[in-house]
């Protein structure tokens, strides 16, 4: 698969007329602010409609995390966009202990620009599962969204998934953008636009192992 240009605007709102020339931009939290769904279906904001027309003026595809609103209850978010069409919102999937957020029910993977992207928001780094289904999914590659950044674990997860599950990761956190390569390196970068190129992977190995049990002699007792 060819290299990919991921443009990562750490301190930004979509808000913006241009972006430097990359195949997938992404915002972080700061892109898109906060999200009601009311609002935006009685068409008194248009905010995902931004996201697109962003999107669409740049011949790109779009990831920006937000905050949205649905009768009440608030989800940490990711609005994707690819080259003008609204793809879908995914939201968090873990909630811990009293955060006031309510959880998503469903992964989030999309096909943006003709590469396969995962979706990871917020907590939901800190199980492995996420990026084990992702990986499972047949992603190139996996977007990470932080609001900020609290202390050094998350770069050190990116890393070790990246190098677990085969997978590119891509964090925003906070106003710092971070790369994870499948060879165990990491790159960062505070400016507040940084270019990434990445190379999509799609490499498996083939795992066996020897277990006790499951006899192949039929049985007539069941």
Known sequence: MYNMVFCVVNDGSVEREELPDCDVAVFGFGGLGEVDYESELKGET??????????????????CGCKTVSRGLVR??????????????????????????????????YRVNGCKVGLCVENDLLFPDTFKSLSMCGCNIIIVLLEELRDNVPPLLIRAYSYLYGIPVIMTAGKTAYFADISGAIATSTQNITLFEVSPRNNYHLVTTRIKGITADAKNDY
């Open 46 to 63: 248009d905010k995902f409609d931004k996201v697109a027309r962003l999107s669409k003026d740049n011949g790109c595809g779009l990831v």
């Open 76 to 109: 940490k978010s990711a609005a994707v966009s690819d080259r003008g069409k609204l793809l879908g919102i995914s939201d968090m999937l873990h909630v811990l202990d009293c955060e006031d957020y309510k959880s998503g029910s469903s992964l989030g993977f």
